[in-house]
């Protein structure tokens, strides 16, 4: 019943099994397996994939005065049908639909709702007036309400701090991997996280004018604007059709056959040209699919070969999106590393900020064991103040205080170098000493640079980055991996726009990212390409292209192989309107009859069907990852043989 029901409700289910049944009835009939059939069963195949063929030509030419492969097909379907060549005519049919099959599966979307996006819609607020704080519907937020946010709460709508500090986890609007520290004066948006402290906003933007909704607007205009794929077939049709049609009537006027005239009409019929782009995408699809690379749609391979420009976000793309301790400068020389870890560690131990998380990371991969504080208290904005074992320790460049580290040429010059080298700077300070400090920051992937360089070499020759990061962090990251373009402090109507104005210029941009706040540069651009494993759900969704992990060597595989593809359709095309002309020269001396037209056909079409499948063979060996693996792995070898030898 399951299937009944499918079969009823769903077109796409119902054609595949109409033409699986084509398909059997063509095998009936060749071999003649039911003589007792008062019909040749052909006819099967011809009423259920033929008919529809010929209605959609006639509608296509009388309706919208177009000509498409569809009419060509029809006319020789129609010509095999008036000499009587019952297989001739289903066999063309039959493989005209399981082409069209074929090139619907791969050209569907398989975009989603934006249902994720608009989930990070905060539903609620908690309304703040002179008679209490009362909880209320986010939609029902008016501009210029007073609203009350605590810790680890949404903020409902776009609005100003009016009361309170505290820091913003943004990072869904602008990709930021550090909470920004927030006052009063500052802006704050709608879905952003509040981190540390309770504070009171005034509401600015409510509604479709808040930065969520913008957003989500973005995606939706960009997803629209898309031009749909247009079948190669039907792009040759308005050449095709007047071709077959005078070389038929040339050949019956010079021999006088109707037969030669319908074979040469059944030899034309795009049938291999049909199936040479869906075939060579379905294969790369699947390639692909081995990879850990999801490729949604066919239009995406065709695309993703013509690309020049590739645009990159910062967070959690050419960085891992998660921060580390990158150096430590002690300025006590009887201080020892180990006990300056120990004592910064235990100073962040109740900490809930990514910046104390990260040092109590480091500290356990050290091997030392923090100690519970005496005394902890986040100043939300400003740092970390702490007693450990009887010695106040304070942690941050603002709870020091800028004075006591300018009065220090030596530190002040430190300070002021690594933070333009786009690190978080964390002065510590020991009973009101500084004793050192600790640099943090989101750490570039091992293979960010090597893969930029790959992309170079397959001739990616505009590489842009843009984050939502400050200018010091943004050109330490680009320039470090040789991006050409570096654009910082862009938020996601920023992206989008940085990208519709490279493809205005000219460019074919594909679009990398991995946050929500990439939504709508993703589909802005002629391909959005998304990390999948560190990915969010909306990010996924409005991509063409996911890679499954986090691993972005793969994009140089992912170009070549769409190229490739690209290459492998053309190849096809071509040997399909060789293989043409060669049976339309051999029917015009009646070597071939249209059932041996037919014949040639289907051999056209398993060769193309071959050559596509040989996509899945292809391999790449310059994965970045696999190279910098391979490097590591001959250093080892050198070093054993060394230790061998000694």
Not at 185 to 209: C, F, L, P, R, W
Not at 238 to 245: C, E, F, G, N, S
Request: charged share 20%; net charge neutral; aromatic share 4%.
């Amino acid at each position: 019943m399951k299937v009944v029901d499918k079969f009823r409700k769903e077109k796409e289910f119902c054609t595949l099994c109409l033409t699986i049944i084509s398909g059997i009835f063509l095998f009936i009939s060749f071999f003649k397996l039911i003589p007792q059939l008062p019909f040749d069963a052909a006819w099967i195949a011809i009423i259920i994939s033929g008919i529809p063929i010929i209605f959609g030509a006639i509608k296509g030419l009388l309706a919208e005065l177009d000509v498409t492969a569809d009419l060509l097909v029809a006319i020789a379907l129609i010509a095999a049908l008036v000499i009587e060549q019952y297989f001739a005519a289903g066999e063309v049919a039959f493989i005209m639909q399981l082409g069209s099959i074929l090139e619907d599966f791969t050209a569907k979307k398989s975009h989603k709702s934006l249902q994720s996006l608009i989930n990070l819609t905060p539903q609620k607020a908690c309304l703040h007036t002179s008679d209490g704080d009362m909880e209320i519907l986010a939609s029902e937020v008016k501009k210029g309400d007073i609203l009350l946010i605590r810790p680890g709460e949404s903020i409902p709508v776009d609005g100003r701090i009016i009361k309170g500090t505290t820091s913003i986890d943004q990072s869904i609007m602008t990709g930021e991997s550090i909470p920004v520290d927030k006052t009063i004066g500052d802006e704050v948006y709608q879905g952003t996280i509040n981190e540390h402290g309770v504070i009171k906003i005034e509401a600015s933007n409510v509604g479709d004018d808040s930065s969520l909704k913008k957003m989500i607007n973005l995606v939706k205009k960009a997803e629209e604007n898309k031009a749909p794929i247009v079948r190669i077939a039907d792009k040759w049709a308005r050449i095709l059709v007047p071709v077959a049609l005078g070389c038929s009537i040339l050949i019956l006027i010079i021999t006088r056959d109707i037969h030669r005239a319908v074979t040469a009409l059944v030899v034309f019929c795009p049938c291999s040209l049909i199936l040479a782009t869906p075939t060579a995408i379905m294969a790369a699809i699947g390639n692909a699919t081995k990879k850990g690379i999801l490729i949604k749609s066919g239009s995406a391979v065709e695309t993703a070969a013509k690309l020049d420009t590739i645009v990159m976000d910062k967070t959690g793309t050419l960085t891992y999106g998660k921060l580390r301790v990158e150096n430590i400068v002690i300025f006590h020389d009887n201080i020892h590393k180990e006990d300056f870890i120990k004592l910064v560690a235990s100073a962040e131990k109740f900490s809930e900020h990514p910046l104390g998380r990260a040092i109590l990371k480091y500290s356990h991969q050290q091997g030392i064991t923090a100690k519970d504080p005496d005394l902890f208290k986040m100043q939300a904005g400003k740092g970390v103040r702490a007693t450990v074992e009887g010695h106040e320790i304070l942690i941050g460049i603002k709870i020091i205080g800028q004075e006591l580290i300018d009065s220090s040429p030596e530190i002040s010059e430190l300070v002021e170098e690594t933070q333009k080298s786009g690190k978080t700077v964390l002065p510590v300070a020991l009973d009101g000493t500084i004793i050192g400090i600790v640099s943090i920051a989101d750490a570039l992937r091992r293979e960010a640079k090597l893969t930029i360089s790959e992309l170079k070499k397959v001739g990616i020759s505009h590489l842009v980055m843009l984050t939502g990061d400050n200018e010091a962090v943004a050109n330490s990251i680009g320039q470090s991996v040789n991006m050409t373009d570096i654009f910082a402090s862009q938020l996601p109507e920023d992206k989008a726009d940085s990208i519709k104005k490279l493809m205005d210029e000219g460019h074919s941009v594909g679009m990398l990212g991995d946050g929500v706040n990439d939504a709508p540069a993703l589909a802005t651009a002629s391909v959005g390409i998304v990390m999948g494993a560190i990915g969010s759900d909306v990010a996924i969704e409005t991509a063409d292209i996911a890679l499954m992990s986090d691993d972005i060597g793969k994009l140089p595989f992912l170009i070549k192989l769409c190229r490739k593809t690209k290459n492998r359709i053309l190849f096809n095309i071509t040997i399909s309107m060789f293989i043409n002309f060669c049976a339309i020269i051999l029917a015009g001396f009646g070597i071939l009859n249209p059932i041996t037209a037919a014949l040639v056909h289907n051999c056209g079409s398993v060769f193309v069907v071959v050559n596509s499948a040989l996509l899945l063979t292809y391999k790449d060996e310059a994965n970045p990852k696999y190279i910098i693996g391979r490097e590591k792995s001959k250093i080892q070898k050198e070093k054993t043989q060394s230790v061998n030898i000694k």
